[in-house]
């Protein structure tokens, strides 16, 4: 009894570890330090995990990925894989991943081997003597095995959709399997049926295995021309592109141009004489003032628009006028006085009002001769 207890752990820790593993999984394999089995792409990864190996081995072309130690990866052809010893059992892959502890990545000198499984559906030309022509073979998604391609029914339309499929131009010829020879395997398709449309041959009716009887001397293999490369702008086309660009730029500019200049007001000239209005030059946009003030409102004749004056324009001090102009009349200050040259005593002051006050310690002495003194302007003569 105990030890169908300790078979039944043994299964369910092995189950659980295959459990853990990602898709396409093959098995655990001895593994030797001086002949690596799969010699190709070692890589250390202290990230490690399977599905980074797998992606490794993808990038670089190759069929087939192991984990080993944790943190080693190695990648191998199909050859590779076809010369590996006998699978181990899946407990001597022991070592978590040290990018996913609940991963194995197989052990010491133990390889976790998975197959580069198809991301997508696939296709592709093998023994060409270029990448445009060679036996067709294909696998579908989830899946590593690749498998050749029937010649029953395959024409034209089915070998434009498998040169699209490969990302080449259109098909350029139908060959046989003596131009690329027979493949191996399983022959994945027959009796195709494409439109010509089609992007894919997975996209076009066709019998899988078992159900036709093609054998390998029937593979088919295509020529494809290459594909187009994209047409470039031509002088032409660059020529009009600049033009264009130009013509988006100077067309807004010339009309903001315009608009700017239409709404600059008329110019407008006072002079000092008042005529009792405006006076209007003809031929222009010009309205001459003569009240010394600048109008409130105003028509142009012959002008291109009517001049717009604003009612609320601030006042500005009006021009110097053109001719001469005549200070009202000021009180004019008396002339400063005189001593006179010749007084007699006792004449009469000057009229106060006509010179100006003195005061007492002002006032000139009088001559020193007694011979009358003509009096000056504006006083009294006493005989």
Request: glycine share 10%.
């Amino acid at each position: 009894m105990a030890g169908v207890w300790t078979a039944f752990v043994l299964l369910t820790i092995i189950q659980w570890t295959r459990a853990q593993a990602p898709a396409g999984y093959e098995g655990c394999f001895q593994d030797n330090i001086f002949v690596r089995a799969f010699p190709h792409e070692e890589k250390w990864d202290g990230q490690l995990t399977n599905a980074r190996c797998v992606n490794h081995c993808r990038n670089k072309g190759y069929a087939y990925a192991g984990s080993q130690f944790a943190w080693q990866c190695f990648c191998g052809t199909e050859q590779n894989f076809q010369s590996l010893p006998l699978a181990l059992i899946d407990s001597f892959c022991n070592s978590d991943c040290s990018g996913n502890n609940a991963e194995k990545c197989g052990g010491s000198l133990k390889l976790s081997v998975y197959a580069v499984l198809a991301l997508q559906n696939e296709a592709r030309l093998v023994s060409g003597s270029n990448n445009r022509e060679g036996r067709v073979e294909v696998r579908a998604a989830n899946t590593k095995d690749w498998g050749t391609v029937c010649d029953s029914g395959f024409d034209m339309d089915d070998a434009m959709a498998a040169c699209k499929m490969l990302g080449h131009g259109d098909a350029e010829d139908v060959r046989d399997s003596s131009s690329f020879g027979q493949g191996s395997g399983t022959i994945k398709m027959a009796n195709l049926g494409c439109g010509g449309e089609e992007t894919s041959l997975f996209d076009c009716s066709y019998d899988g295995p078992g159900s036709h009887s093609c054998s390998h001397s029937d593979d088919v293999g295509i020529v494809c021309e290459e594909r187009p490369a994209s047409p470039g702008l031509g002088l032409g086309a660059i020529i009009g592109i600049v033009v264009g660009v130009i013509i988006l730029l100077t067309v807004p500019f010339i009309i903001l141009c315009c608009v700017v200049c239409n709404s600059k007001p008329s110019r407008v000239t006072t002079t000092g004489v008042s005529t009792g209005g405006p006076t209007v030059v003809h031929g222009g946009n010009t309205v001459v003032h003569t009240n010394m003030m600048y109008p409130t409102s105003g028509i142009v004749v012959g002008g291109a628009y009517p001049m717009q004056i604003q009612q609320s324009a601030p006042y500005q001090q009006p021009m110097r006028p053109q001719q001469p102009y005549q200070q009202p009349m000021q009180p004019q200050q008396p002339p400063a006085y005189q001593q006179p040259t010749h007084q007699s005593p006792g004449y009469p002051q000057p009229n106060q009002s006509m010179q100006p006050q003195q005061q007492p310690n002002q006032i000139p002495p009088p001559p020193a001769y007694e011979e009358p003194a003509k009096p000056s302007d504006g006083q009294l003569y006493s005989q």
